[in-house]
């Protein structure tokens, strides 16, 4: 914990790092958009202000006093007895490895980590006399949503295979790591490696050895590559997203009220559960689906925008290569309909320069990609928001996010579906038992003691008596017919005769009797205000 100019303890500080354009940027003509304002901790992008507890690179402090004014003090609290961290974020190319100095080329000391370890074994050094330290370290990374472990032997080795031979840098090692969290609270890391080093030299190869495994290094291929790999891969998860969501849609249905129901079906479902019947309105989740779907179609959209524009490039310098080759041999290449004009009407110098700029162009001015980064953070904003209210907390990603949210369509869906059909099964069997009762009430007296039937608007009325059929003369048994009661037996009859046979006496006679009955139906007017005084006597 650490105190600001005003006295306040703060737990959490924040730095900015501003880096300068790079080459490849230089190369495109790309401005600085980001100024400092002088004398104070706040940089402005366009009519924005930010402040920040230290600006550092531009115009604001020197990068070399960020390890003295934000890590020191940190390190020296360790020793102490206090937990510390410093997380370094930005999007692809800010500059975070950079920053804190995790690609080690020939043991580069620029770094917040490598000062960070000098500083540790500077003061074990000085204090080993009085206190046994025991330093253990791990190195993880998070990529496509998935925790890695650095350090486990069995990737490194594969790795470095895979780079000999396939010149490959993502190989996948052991499952990813699981993030958990204890009974206390406190997230841990689940099988991940922590090695025990003891002397500098240790800590310094065990960092060597992460950068290298690390599926992003900067290490492993060129800024192009490194960047265009990075944006398919973000593409690839939002396709697998995509597809899962679409699978879900596909096999949604609508029910009868208009709401939206999934179907879809998770094979572990998280331990967040919603009571079966629990009433849920689905309009807002579907018009939340429905907006992320758009957004992702979006990503898809540019994703495939960019690598048309990437195909051109390489077009393009494929054909100006071939033009230098011809003029190197002192050859003029084809011209015309299918020939090389355009590129060898250029100066030597321009061409030079073309190609030059074409192998290190990383696109990022590409309009689309430039789309696609703001898309992208956008994602990483909705995901903050995500994890910052209430039961969202409890998730780790917008993945797990996602995963909830379709399980809880799901289970609400089912549930619905549930609902829906107990509710026709439950209407049938008392549109059943009220025949039945009818059936059996006309044959006998009135003795069916159920519950639901009971309560059946037929029996409801206490003061009304039923009368076995019977009792009931022609006149008034066509009347019945013609009520409605009649004619379903007609239809049903076959059906109960062999469902009931056991409880009727003669079926066959009862067969002649309902035929007899339908031939007077036929003949009688129809009265069916009478009904009920005839079903039901006072
Ligand atoms: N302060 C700086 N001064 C000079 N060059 C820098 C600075 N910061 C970053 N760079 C350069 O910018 C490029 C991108 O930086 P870096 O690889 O550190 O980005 P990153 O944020 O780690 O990217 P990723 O998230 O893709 O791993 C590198 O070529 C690096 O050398």
């Known amino acids: 914990m650490e105190a600001n100019s005003s006295g306040e303890d703060l737990c959490v500080k924040v730095a900015v790092h501003i880096r300068p354009l790079i080459g490849d940027e230089k190369l495109q003509g790309c401005k600085d958009c980001v100024s400092v304002v002088p004398g104070k901790p706040q940089m402005q992008i366009g009519s924005h202000s930010f402040t920040f507890d230290h600006v550092y690179g531009s115009s604001g402090s020197p990068s070399s006093s960020m390890y003295d004014e ?18 370094a974020y930005g999007q692809t190319g800010s500059g ?26 500077g003061k074990i050094e000085t204090l080993k006399h009085e206190i046994e330290f025991q330093l253990h370290v791990s190195f993880i990374e998070i990529h496509k949503e998935e925790v890695r472990d650095l350090l486990d032997p069995i990737s490194a080795n594969k790795q470095e295979t895979a780079n000999e031979h396939a010149g490959k840098a993502t190989i996948p090692g052991k499952p990813p790591i699981q993030i958990r969290e204890t009974s206390n609270g406190i997230i841990t890391l689940a ?19 992460g950068s290298l495994s690390r599926a992003t290094g900067s290490t492993n291929m060129n800024n192009q590559s490194r960047f265009f790999r990075r944006k398919t891969e973000e593409a690839a998860m939002a396709t697998k997203r ?3 969501l679409l699978e879900a849609r596909q096999s949604s249905a609508r029910d009868n009220s208009g709401n939206l129901l999934f179907s ?12 079966p019947y629990e009433p849920f309105i689905f309009s807002d989740y579907e018009i939340f689906l429905q907006g992320w779907l758009d957004h992702e179609l979006e990503v898809q959209a540019n994703v495939h925008e960019v690598r048309h524009e990437r195909a051109a490039l390489a077009e393009e ?6 033009v230098d080759e011809f003029a190197s041999k002192g050859v003029s290449p084809p011209r015309g309909k299918n020939g090389y004009s355009r590129e060898s009407s250029m100066s030597t110098t321009g061409r030079t320069a073309r190609i030059a700029s074409l192998q290190n162009m990383p696109s990022i001015s590409s309009n689309s990609l430039v789309a696609m980064a703001s898309q992208l953070s956008e994602a990483e904003e909705r995901e903050r928001a995500f994890s910052s209210c209430g039961r969202w907390n409890q998730l780790r990603s917008m993945g797990d996010a996602k995963s909830l949210l379709q399980y ?39 003795g069916i003691a159920n519950g639901s039937v009971r309560e059946s608007a037929t029996l409801m009325d206490q003061t009304r008596k039923m009368m076995p059929v019977g009792q009931l003369s022609m006149k008034e048994l066509a009347l019945v017919g013609q009520g409605g009661k009649l004619w379903r037996w007609k239809r049903s009859h076959h059906q109960w005769l062999l469902q009931f046979k056991w409880k009727w006496q003669k079926p066959w006679r009862l067969s002649e009797w309902i035929r007899h009955n339908d031939e007077t139906i036929m003949r009688a007017k129809p009265r069916p205000q009478a009904l009920l005084d005839v079903m039901y006597r006072n």
Do not use: H
């Not at 975070?96 to 074994?121: A, D």
């Not at 209407?427 to 009220?434: G, S």
């Open 70 to 87: 934000c890590v020191a003090p940190l390190v020296d609290s360790l020793f102490q007895g206090y937990n510390a961290t410093v997380l």
């Open 96 to 121: 975070k490895t950079y920053t804190m100095g995790t690609s080690l080329k020939g043991g580069c000391q620029t770094g917040q980590i490598p000062k960070v370890m000098n500083s540790l074994f």
């Open 191 to 209: 099988g991940s490696t922590e090695c025990r080093v003891k002397t500098l030299k240790e800590m310094a190869d065990c960092l060597e050895q």
């Open 242 to 244: 995509l597809k899962k």
């Open 264 to 275: 879809i079906k998770m094979s572990t479902p998280p331990n967040y559960l919603i009571k």
């Open 317 to 322: 310098l494929a054909v100006l290569r071939q």
């Open 408 to 446: 809880m369509f799901s289970s609400l869906g089912d549930a619905r579906c549930q609902l829906w059909e107990k509710e026709i099964e439950s209407k049938e069997m008392k549109e059943q038992m009220k025949e039945l009762v009818c059936q059996k009430q006309l044959k006998y007296t009135a």
